[in-house]
């Protein structure tokens, strides 16, 4: 439900994807994460490319929009949007957002897994997101200590907020 007469809303969102066990996979898809490339690491399973980083702060936008969610927005019904990238999404979503008079206050991302070791290249993740949205985000990194699927390296979760404001 859309009010016109609230100012600001805030969403969140998680994301969740394993890591691609097919060896044709693992060979052809590089894993993509916060919108980066990150060349020697195992890709993300998934419809699209899996970036869960971007995944979350899609939700998390379109949440807070009241514009739907990830699911009925890019679902897997719709082919057009197979293999696509997070870049891909985010751009959509900040037009969806525009269109319907939001502006992105801000985004933030933390991303929960053990690998890949995220700490070098948070600066360059959090400089490429913000560019795709055209607002800060933050984006961060945790492990589980070893519980859980992400714990065992099975694959990566995402968690996202974020903040739209009437235009």
């Known amino acids: 439900m859309s009010d016109s007469r609230i100012p600001f809303r805030v969403g969140q969102a998680i994301d969740v994807h394993a890591f691609a066990t097919d060896p044709q996979a693992v060979q052809d898809k590089t894993l993509m994460l916060a919108c980066l490339e990150w060349p020697g690491e195992t890709p993300l399973e998934g419809h699209s490319d899996g970036d869960v980083a971007a995944h979350a702060a899609c939700d998390a936008l379109l949440g807070a929009s009241g514009l739907g969610e990830m699911g009925t927005v890019f679902g897997t019904d719709r082919p057009q949007w197979h293999g696509a990238s997070g870049e891909a999404f985010l751009r959509e979503v900040v037009?969806?957002?525009?269109?319907?008079?939001?502006?992105?206050?801000?985004?933030?991302?933390?991303?929960?897994?053990?690998?890949?070791?995220?700490?070098?290249?948070?600066?360059?993740?959090?400089?490429?997101?913000?560019?795709?949205?055209?607002?800060?985000?933050?984006?961060?990194?945790?492990?589980?200590?070893?519980?859980?699927?992400?714990?065992?390296?099975?694959?990566?979760?995402?968690?996202?907020?974020?903040?739209?404001?009437?235009?």
């Open 95 to 167: 037009r969806m957002l525009d269109q319907e008079g939001w502006a992105i206050g801000n985004v933030t991302v933390q991303v929960i897994g053990r690998r890949p070791r995220m700490a070098a290249r948070l600066p360059e993740a959090c400089a490429r997101m913000s560019g795709i949205v055209g607002a800060p985000v933050q984006v961060s990194a945790t492990t589980t200590d070893g519980l859980g699927f992400t714990g065992r390296g099975e694959g990566l979760a995402a968690i996202a907020g974020a903040l739209v404001v009437r235009r």
